[in-house]
């Protein structure tokens, strides 16, 4: 069975940082990409960034390039999303996923498919940014 726990979400005034980890179990790196999306009352669900299963890339949402750095250590099974800069249009509910689909696809980047859920997902951890 596929599990992912995330960790690290809490309360940040604008500019601060906060450390995401995502811990994995029965997960295969090399059938699925790995990434976080993004839920926010009332706003779409966006796929903030991923590891490409097979070339290893990674890949960010154009909202957090430059300030959200995604890294693993598959010797630990876990995902990190590293946030600074962090404004407060990124408050959000942050989950950790998996998926087929993780890079550019007709020059349009896609972390999973849009109006489709993750292949597998965490329940998620907050990220409040005060201004």
């Known amino acids: 069975e596929v599990q992912f726990v995330e960790s690290g979400g809490g309360l940040v005034q604008a500019g601060g940082s906060l450390r995401l980890s995502c811990a994995a179990s029965?997960?295969?790196?090399?059938?699925?990409?790995i990434g976080w999306f993004r839920q926010a009352p009332g706003k779409e669900r966006e796929g903030v960034s991923c590891i490409g299963s097979r070339d290893r890339r990674t890949y960010y949402a154009d909202s957090v390039k430059g300030r959200f750095t995604i890294s693993s250590d598959n010797a630990k099974n876990t995902v990190y999303l590293q946030m600074d800069g962090l404004k407060p249009e990124d408050t959000a509910a942050y989950y950790c996923a998996a998926d087929r689909v993780c890079g550019y696809y007709a020059g349009v980047y896609y972390f999973g498919l849009v109006g489709y859920d993750y292949d597998y997902r965490g329940q998620g951890t907050q990220v409040t940014v005060s201004s």
């Open positions: 029965g997960f295969t790196y090399d059938d699925y990409s």
